[in-house]
C-alpha cells in the first residue's frame, strides 16, 4: 500500500489548457515535495511545502497544501508541451524520500 | 544538469551475474542516496550514505550492497541478478543528512537482465 496516493494516473490534454493532479493520504504530513522527472532524467525538485494552507507558485505551476497537511495538488495553467513529464510527490523521512507512484502527463501542440 | 554523474548509462546482463553502478554526487554533497525506479513498484529508496558511513536503509535486497568511498564517490553492487532487478537505478545527492533538504538526482543507470 502507497502511503501516497496520486491521480490521475495519466492525463492528456491539448497545449493550453489546465490541469491539475493530486496526492493524498491518511496521515498527516510535516512537509510535501513536489519533483517531475522528464524522460531518461532523473527526478527534479519543484517545491517543498510545508505549512498548512500554503499557496506557492513557480510560474504557470501552482502548489497547494491541504489545510490538515493530509493532501497536496499541483495546477498547471495554460500548459504547454514542455510540462510533459512524471509529476511526483515526496514525503521527506529523515532524508529518504518516500514517493507516490506518480501522474504522467503529456501535454501535445 | 544536477552534477550527479552516473555510469554506465546502460547495462545489459545476463541472470545470475554481478554488476557495479557507480555514482559521483555534486562537489561538496556528502550524502549519496541510492533508488531504484520500476514500472510496478515506482521509486523505491534504497540506502543511504553519508561521509562514507551506513545511514538508513529501505527495501534493500540482500542480493544489493553499496559503499562509500574517501572521494565520496559511492557504488552499487547487483549480484545473483534475476529478471526482476530490471530497473532504472538513481542515485542523488544533498549537502545535509537529516531533515528537509533538497536531493539532486543523476540520470540513472537503466539495468536490463536478460
Known amino acids: 500500500t502507497q502511503l501516497l496516493e496520486q491521480s490521475p494516473q495519466f492525463l492528456s490534454i491539448q497545449e493550453g489548457e489546465n490541469l491539475t493532479v493530486y496526492c493524498n493520504s491518511s496521515?498527516?504530513?510535516?512537509?510535501l515535495q513536489w519533483y517531475r522527472q522528464e524522460p531518461g532524467e532523473g527526478p527534479v525538485l519543484l517545491v517543498t511545502?510545508?505549512?498548512?494552507?500554503e499557496v506557492k507558485k513557480l510560474k504557470r505551476l501552482t502548489f497547494q497544501f491541504g489545510d490538515a497537511r493530509k493532501d497536496s495538488s499541483l495546477h498547471i495553467t495554460a500548459a504547454q508541451p514542455g510540462d510533459t513529464g512524471l509529476y511526483l510527490c515526496a514525503l521527506d523521512s529523515w532524508g529518504k524520500l518516500q514517493f507516490g507512484a506518480g501522474t504522467q502527463v503529456v501535454v501535445t501542440p | 544538469d544536477s552534477g550527479v554523474t552516473q555510469t554506465p548509462k546502460h547495462l545489459i546482463t545476463a541472470t545470475g551475474q554481478r554488476v557495479t553502478l557507480r555514482c559521483s554526487p555534486r562537489s561538496g554533497d556528502l550524502s549519496v542516496y541510492w533508488y531504484q525506479q520500476s514500472l510496478d513498484q515506482g521509486l523505491q529508496f534504497l540506502i543511504q550514505y553519508y561521509n562514507g558511513e551506513e545511514r538508513a536503509k529501505g527495501n534493500i535486497l540482500e542480493r544489493f550492497s553499496a559503499q562509500q568511498f574517501p572521494d565520496l564517490h559511492s557504488e552499487l553492487n547487483l549480484s545473483s541478478l534475476e529478471l526482476g532487478d530490471s530497473a532504472l537505478y538513481f542515485c542523488?545527492?544533498?549537502?545535509?543528512?537529516?531533515?528537509?533538504?533538497?536531493?539532486?538526482f543523476g540520470p540513472g543507470t537503466r539495468l536490463t537482465v536478460l
Open positions: 511545502v510545508v505549512t498548512g494552507g
Open positions: 496521515s498527516v504530513f510535516s512537509s
Open positions: 542523488a545527492s544533498s549537502v545535509v543528512s537529516r531533515g528537509n533538504n533538497e536531493q539532486f
